[in-house]
C-alpha cells in the first residue's frame, strides 16, 4: 500500500514538468507607417470599421449577408473548425483517467454438471503524465482549434471583398453598357444624317460607311459587355450559393458612398487585426507544442491501472468477494534506432519553418497594405484626370458633328472625334469602379471584413 501511495505522488510531482521549448513570439519589425500611408499614423484605421457600415448600398448589404449565410467556402470552414474542437477536446480528455466497464458471462458441462459463472469488472486507468507530453499534444489541439477559427474569419473577410468586387464590376458594366447604347442611337442618327446628305450630293458613300462603321463596331462591343455582365451575375450567384441567374441593382458607380479619408493606423496593430497573420501565429504555437510532444518521448511514461469487481457463478450461488488490483507500467525507452530523434528533428524543423512562415506572412501584409495605398491614391488621381479627358472629348465630338453639319469639315474627323469619345467614356467608368475596388483591397489588406 505504502508502495502505491509513492508511486502516486511521485506522478503528481513529476506531472507537474513539461518538456520542450514554451511559445514566444517571434520579434517582427513594423515599419514605423506604411509607405504612401499618413506620415503621422493613429490608431484610427479604416480596418477597424464594419463591413456594412462601410458599404452603405443596401442591395450590396443584402448581397454579402446572403454570401455569409449560403458560400460553400464558409460552410466549409466552418466544418473544420468543428472537427479541429472536437480534436482538441479528444486530445485534452487524455489528461484524465479513464474508467471503462467490462462483463463477461460463460457457462461450461463438466462431469454432467452445468456451471455458470458471470463476472462485471471497472477499470480505472490514467497515464501519468511526467514530462507534459499530454499536455503539449493539448497545447497543440488548442493552437490548432484557434488557427482553424481564424481561417474562418480569412474566408469571410476574402468573401465580403470577393462580392462587393464583382458586385461593382457588375455595376461597371452596366454603365459601359448603357453608355455603348446611347451611342449606338447616336451613331444611327449620323447614319441617317450622311445617308441624306449623300442623297443630296454633298456627302459620298464613304460618309456613310463610316458612320456605319461606327455603329456595327459599338454593336460588337455591347454583346462583349453582355456577355460579360452575364458571367459576373453568374460570379455573384456562385459566391452567393445559388444557382447562375440575375442579381439585383442598387447605387451606380458614381452614387456609391465613400470615406472622406482612409487612414492606415499603425503598422504594429496589423498584427492582431489580420485573420491570416493570427491563424499563422496559431500554427507556430502548435507546432512549438509538437517539438514538446518529440522530446517528450525520450523520457519514460508511466501508466496506472486500477480494476475491481465481483463474481457469482451456480456452484456457489452467491457472489463471492470483490476482487482489486492495482498496476503501474513503467515504460522506459531504451533503444529505437532513431525514431525518438527522427522524429524530434522534425518537430524542430517543422517550428522553424512555421516561425519563418509567419514572418514572410507579416512582411506581405506590410507590403499588401502598402501596395493597396498606393492604388486607392493613383486610382482617384485617374479617375480625376479621366473625368477632364472625358468632358473635353464631348465638347470636341459636339462640335465636330456641328461643323460637319454645317459643310466646314469632314466626316473623318467626326469619325475620329466619336471614337475618341467613346473609349474616354467607357474608361471614366472604369476608372470610377477601380476606385471602389482599390478601397475594398486596402480595406482587406488592412484586415477588415471579417468582423
Known sequence: MRL?????????ALAGCR??????????????????????????SLGNVKWFDLFQDDVLRGLIKQALVANYDILIAAQRVIAAQGQFIATRSTLYPRLDGESSASRSNIAAAAQSQSDVLAILSWEADLFGRLRRATEAARADALAAEENQETVIQALI???????????????????????????????????AREQGGVASMVDVDMATSLVQTAQ????????????????ISFLLGRPPGPVARGLSLVDQPQPAEVPAGLPSSLLERRPDLRAAEQEMVAANARVG????????????????????????????????????ILDVPIVDFGRRRGNYQTAKADSQAFVLNYLNVANGAFR??????????????????????????????????????????????VLDSERQRLTAEQLLVRARRDVLIALVQLYQALGGGWQ
Open 4 to 12: 502505491g501511495v509513492l508511486i502516486l505522488c511521485l506522478a503528481a
Open 19 to 44: 518538456v520542450g521549448p514554451n511559445y514566444h513570439r517571434p520579434n517582427v519589425h513594423p515599419p514605423p507607417q506604411f509607405r504612401d500611408g499618413e506620415p503621422n499614423p493613429t490608431q484610427a
Open 161 to 195: 471583398a470577393q462580392v462587393a468586387s464583382a458586385y461593382f464590376n457588375l455595376r461597371e458594366l452596366d454603365a459601359e453598357l448603357e453608355i455603348v447604347r446611347e451611342s449606338i442611337k447616336f451613331r444611327q442618327e449620323s447614319v441617317a444624317l450622311t445617308t
Open 220 to 235: 460588337s462591343d455591347a454583346i462583349v459587355l453582355e456577355k460579360t455582365r452575364t458571367e459576373t451575375e453568374n460570379l
Open 293 to 328: 510532444v518529440a522530446k517528450a518521448a525520450y523520457f519514460p511514461s508511466l501508466n496506472l491501472t486500477a480494476a475491481g469487481g465481483a463474481q457469482t457463478s451456480d456452484l456457489a450461488r452467491v457472489a463471492n468477494g470483490g476482487a482489486y488490483s492495482a498496476l503501474g
Open 368 to 413: 499588401d497594405v502598402s501596395n493597396a495605398l498606393i492604388d486607392h491614391q493613383k486610382s482617384k488621381e485617374f479617375a480625376a484626370s479621366q473625368k477632364a479627358l472625358t468632358d473635353t472629348l464631348r465638347d470636341q465630338t459636339r462640335l465636330a458633328n456641328a461643323r460637319y453639319a454645317g459643310g466646314a469639315t469632314s466626316y473623318l474627323e
